[in-house]
């Protein structure tokens, strides 16, 4: 446990040093509970990088108690959320009032969804080297949002965007210009979605999801067909086959976001239970369903769409126009 402890240290010190550039002289508050071993874990790292932080189990106080907590924080101060579920007060999302204040923000979340064997590449993810994260999320992004096509090959598969794409997001630890900075952790991804949804056609492999139980399940890579932006996959895992049923009886199966995940500890051979952390990993993941609210649509109406599934894909290769940016599970950019 100590050598996990200390790896929890020296990353979390990089991420708050590197990333968010807090200062030992800003204020902090650190919000926690106790339910789970990877959270007081995580908390113990705390205590040791943040010695002066206030630290609040939850359970401890009311709603209105811990609003008043970070909304008597200066601008720019830190609040970290240890959560081995989720927290929220009412129906708001502790991250976005918290941002709302002025303030930095970490938010580790579903700790209780990775097992212990999980935790050392749980760890690991945490990990923040601007050097890697920054030139390759700026390079992705550049030539995405400047592209004409994308090219997806899974073995004989192939799979083409034949749109421009939206504008890409970066979470690459980058927050130069940003109002918000912070966010949820680990980090290290860059994701658009085709500007003309129904210009996405092809085939391709898909070895993960999150099954009912919102776990990661990895699979032997199975066969799937996007036709004109809508999915389908009629020889995919039992569990899979329940996720699409559920989708279909409200909406239509889009794919919608195309995500670049740049987290070197993750990868199709290692991976987390929890579908927030797990996105991150090296390669390629694709959203189904309605739902993805970064980007509007004609037709698609914010609040009223609903589902947003991730899947991962088995991709060999990835070209952006003529140049190839992925290969052999790297990025060649």
Excluded at 17 to 23: D, Q, S
Excluded at 291 to 300: D, N, T
Aim: aromatic share 10%; charged share 25%.
């Amino acid at each position: 446990m100590s050598d996990l402890l200390d790896l929890a240290i020296k990353n979390l010190r990089d991420t708050l040093g590197l990333a968010l550039e807090y200062k030992p002289e800003d204020a902090a508050l650190v919000l926690f509970d106790e339910e789970n071993a990877l959270t007081r874990l995580l908390v113990d790292a705390y205590r040791t990088i943040l010695p002066t932080a206030e630290f609040l189990k939850v359970s401890d106080a009311t709603g209105d108690e811990i609003r008043a907590k970070f909304k008597a924080m200066p601008k720019g101060g830190l609040v970290i959320l240890v959560q081995s579920t989720n927290f929220r007060l009412n129906e708001f999302r502790f991250r976005l009032e918290i941002f709302a204040c002025g303030l930095k923000t970490i938010e580790h979340i579903h700790l209780n969804r990775m097992s212990e064997e999980q935790w050392p590449t749980y760890l690991e993810s945490l990990a923040y080297d601007p050097t890697y994260f920054r030139p390759l999320g700026h390079a992705l992004k550049q030539r995405l949002d400047t592209c004409k096509q994308v090219t997806v090959k899974c073995g004989d598969a192939t799979l083409t965007y034949e749109s421009p794409m939206e504008e890409a997001k970066l979470n690459v630890g980058d927050y130069n210009g940003m109002t918000n900075i912070g966010g949820t952790f680990p980090i290290g991804e860059v994701f658009t979605e085709p500007k003309d949804l129904s210009k996405t056609n092809g085939d391709l492999l898909v070895y993960g999801f999150a099954g009912m139980d919102h776990l990661v399940q990895l699979h032997d890579p199975f066969p799937a067909t996007i036709r004109e932006g809508i999915f389908y996959a009629p020889h995919a895992p039992q569990a899979f086959q329940e996720i699409l049923a559920m989708v279909r009886l409200q909406e239509r199966m889009l794919v919608r976001e195309f995500g670049l995940g740049l987290n070197p500890a993750m990868g199709r051979t290692r991976m987390v239970n929890d579908i927030t952390a797990y996105e991150r990993m090296t390669g390629l993941h694709l959203s189904l369903g309605e739902k993805h609210g970064v980007y509007k649509k004609p037709g698609l109406e914010a609040g009223k769409t609903r589902y947003h599934v991730d899947i991962f894909v088995a991709a060999d290769q990835i070209k952006v126009d003529d140049e190839v940016v992925f290969e052999g599970g790297k990025y060649r950019v």
